[in-house]
């Protein structure tokens, strides 16, 4: 391998990490406090609502899909789970119940509408996106949900969201003897954790990737690709269905508009985690390092007084670099260029 290659080869594993730790340090600089233990803690809840649907996104990535349905399915979680304790005056038990049972059957039908009435994935989960997004609004005629509201037929809502429901988004174990970890970052840990495990050490994960990268090579090997599929996007479902239930817990309420960002900060974060360690393919572990690079962007530009409607360009165009500089030079070590 010539010096230039070797050059290129190691840009294309360590440069996004080189570029995270470089807008670390210049965060650090520019925005006092930004480096502090609270700002960091800060940092990793943003990102953990939106990590667990990114990692749910990349399971259809690596099946050789893409849902766009998660944004939806994660703020109709949000609105299921208050129906439920709210209206219905149901336990949280309950509600948690419900979400999961309702992402799982999104994804199932998004599975469904690919494998076997082969939609184009985009179309089909774009299709129960704009699904989704109407029929939690029919409920409650458009509005959000909350203690005391007045519903359609002139009735009280007089059912409350639980203390341990609440727990699950509120809650903050101690970090040396401060209490400053919340259980969403712990639990976008221990997805990631479970995620990577599944994709990277099982038989099942490695025919997800197979699967992804030749589907007729994956079938004729004895892989039931349809099937596969199918899992891949009731795990998306269900991923977004936490980050619902999340979401609710850490606001109180049904608010109709708590996940307005979740489907692009997602979808960032999975693509971005193609760049990490030169990998070029949709991986759990660049998924959570792209969600922390989102989290570590906004937070920062947020430190410094940026405007708020420069943050989703800002966002785009490191995506864009990310995802051009991975490819060019992945395509360019591939063909053996110099």
């Avoid at 609105?79 to 799982?104: H, I, N, P, Q, R």
């Avoid at 998306?236 to 609710?248: H, K, T």
Wanted: proline share 3%; with cysteine; net charge positive.
């Amino acid at each position: 391998m010539t010096d230039t290659a070797r050059l290129t080869d190691l840009a294309i594993r360590y440069g996004f990490i080189v570029l995270l730790v470089g807008l670390v340090i210049f965060f650090s600089v520019a925005a006092p406090g930004f480096a502090g233990p609270r700002s960091a803690v800060f940092v990793f809840q943003s990102v953990a609502i939106t990590g667990i649907l990114a990692l749910g996104v990349t399971c259809t990535l690596v099946v050789g899909g893409f849902d766009l349905s998660i944004g939806a399915v994660a703020t109709s979680a949000l609105m299921l789970s208050a129906y439920v304790m709210v209206v219905l005056e149901m336990s949280a038990f309950a509600a948690v119940l419900a979400c999961l049972v309702m992402g799982a059957l999104v994804g199932l039908v998004n599975g469904l509408l690919i494998v076997k009435f082969k939609v184009p994935d985009l179309l089909a989960t774009l299709g129960m996106m704009f699904l989704l997004v109407g029929l939690q609004r029919i409920p409650t005629e458009g509005r959000s949900i909350s203690t005391g509201m007045t519903l359609p037929d002139g009735s009280t809502a007089e059912g409350t969201f639980s203390a341990g429901f609440l727990w699950l988004g509120r809650h903050r174990f101690d970090l040396v003897l401060e209490k400053l970890v919340p259980v969403p970052v712990v639990m976008f840990l221990a997805v990631g954790l479970g995620i990577w495990v599944f994709l990277e050490m099982t038989k099942h994960g490695r025919l997800m990737y197979a699967i992804g990268s030749n589907a007729r090579a994956a079938s004729l090997a004895g892989a039931n690709v349809n099937r596969y599929k199918i899992a891949a996007y009731m795990i998306s479902g269900v991923m977004a269905s936490i980050g619902g239930i999340l979401l609710a817990a850490r606001l109180g309420r049904g608010d109709i508009a708590g996940g307005t960002n979740l489907l692009l900060d997602a979808v960032a974060a999975a693509l971005i985690g193609f760049a990490v360690l030169g990998a070029g393919k949709p991986n759990a572990f660049g998924t959570a390092v792209g969600a922390l690079f989102v989290g570590i962007l906004l937070q920062g530009l947020t430190m410094m007084n940026a405007p708020y409607y420069t943050q989703d360009f800002v966002k785009g165009a490191v995506l864009v670099l990310a995802l051009m500089f991975t490819f060019a030079l992945s395509e360019r070590v591939r063909k053996g260029g110099h």
